[in-house]
Structures are given as C-alpha cells and as structure tokens.
C-alpha cells in the first residue's frame, strides 16, 4: 500500500484565497484524522471522520474551515477564505488497529 | 479532559549516551499510550505503543517506554543513541478504539558526536 496520500505538498496563496488539501486514507481503514502543526500551539486535532461521516470537529478554528469526506477513498479539507495565521503544515492520518498512519503533510503559506 | 505533557523541548546527548524522554498525560479514564517520532520535512512514525498488557513496550530499533498508572507518565528511553536518532519525539494519549491523539509538545532529540 502506497500509504496516506496528500495533496498538494506545498501551497503557497494570498489572504483571501480558497485553499483545499487533499487526502487519500489507506484503504481499509475506518477513521480519518485531520491534524495541523505549529511552532506555536504543536499539533492540533482539527476534525476526524469514521466510516465517512464526522464525529467530531471541536478543533476545527472557525467557520472558515471545513472538512468533507465524500467516501471511504477521499477527504478535502477547505479554507475560504484564508490567513496569514493559518500558515501551517496540514496532516492528514488514518488508522486501524491501534496504530495511525500519518501522510507527508501539505505546507501551507498564506501570504 | 485528557492533555500530555512533555517537560523538554530539547535533550542533546552524545552519541552513544543513554537518553529519557519525559512524557506524563491527565486523563480521568484508562488510555492508551503512544510515542511518535517526526524526521525534518516528514510525517509521524508510530515508534512504540501501550493498549493494554505488559507496561513495558519496546520498539525494533531499540527504545522502551513503560507504563506506569500510579505516575501517569510513559516515559521513553533507550541505552545507547545513534545519531541517526535525530529527531522530534511525540507522546500521544487516547481514551478510547477511535485512538484520536492528543499530541504533547514534542522533545527534539539531538544527538551530537
């Protein structure tokens, strides 16, 4: 398996731009984590999905962000419109059986 | 609520020395335990993890933690650091089967020659 896919590995806009991140769980897997990483606040759990559906999203930062998983292959995270302070790396991760699997990240700058 | 905490942000230790990473987590119910490890411009690595069983858990390259409740802590360890052990060290903490992570942190190992 080639692992958690994401996309893209690097993404530069301007504030106010749309921005999505891709991800491609491992397949099989049940649940569906999206993370953010921070010099200042570490690593954060933003949202996570089970069998597609989300379960919960109390570490989403605000309505300009919002997550979807269409199916069990395929997830976006959004953000409309963008910050300079959601300048991040954004991690995608799923799991099963105790263990969770992380992507490569997609760094975001938000100029 | 459930929160990990890391004392260090940093531990430089020369190679081949013996090295503790210090993790200790709140949490009101049984958890499970984990240390991730990230190298620079890459995802985490699950390196070890604590469901349920013996309280010492090793890894194949050669760190433990142990389990201990009285303490709540889960501390990482190993007896003799490569260099190519560089690297930011995570604990992870989850209270139930959906194993969603409450990060520490992190401790940035730096091994030196």
């Known amino acids: 398996d080639a692992g958690v896919i994401q996309s893209p590995r690097h993404e530069v806009t301007e504030m106010g731009q749309e921005v999505t991140l891709r991800c491609k769980p491992i397949?099989?897997?049940?649940?569906l984590f999206w993370y953010r990483q921070t010099m200042m606040r570490g690593l954060e759990l933003l949202i996570y999905?089970?069998?597609?559906?989300?379960?919960?999203d109390s570490g989403m930062p605000e309505d300009r962000f919002s997550a979807k998983m269409p199916n069990a292959s395929f997830s976006t995270l959004k953000i409309q419109p963008s910050e300079p302070r959601d300048s991040a790396v954004y991690f995608c991760?799923?799991?099963?059986?105790?263990?969770?699997?992380f992507g490569e990240g997609s760094r975001l700058t938000v100029l | 609520a459930q929160s990990v905490t890391q004392l260090d942000s940093q531990v430089p230790v020369f190679e081949e020395a013996p090295v503790e990473l210090r993790c200790n987590y709140s949490?009101?119910?049984?958890?499970?335990l984990f240390w991730y490890v990230q190298y620079p411009n890459q995802g985490l690595q699950l390196l070890l993890k604590?469901?349920?069983?013996?309280?010492l858990v090793e890894s194949i390259n050669g760190f433990e933690a142990e389990f201990n409740k009285s303490q709540t802590s889960f501390h990482l360890r190993k007896p003799s650091v490569h260099i190519s052990d560089t690297a930011e060290y995570f604990c992870a903490v989850s209270e139930d089967s959906s194993y969603k992570l409450i990060f520490g942190s992190g401790t940035r190992l730096l091994v030196r020659p």
């Open positions: 999905f089970n069998n597609n559906v989300p379960i919960d």
């Open positions: 397949s099989g897997h049940d649940y």
């Open positions: 604590y469901l349920s069983g013996s309280t």
């Open positions: 991760a799923s799991n099963v059986g105790g263990e969770l699997f």
């Open positions: 949490s009101s119910v049984s958890v499970y």
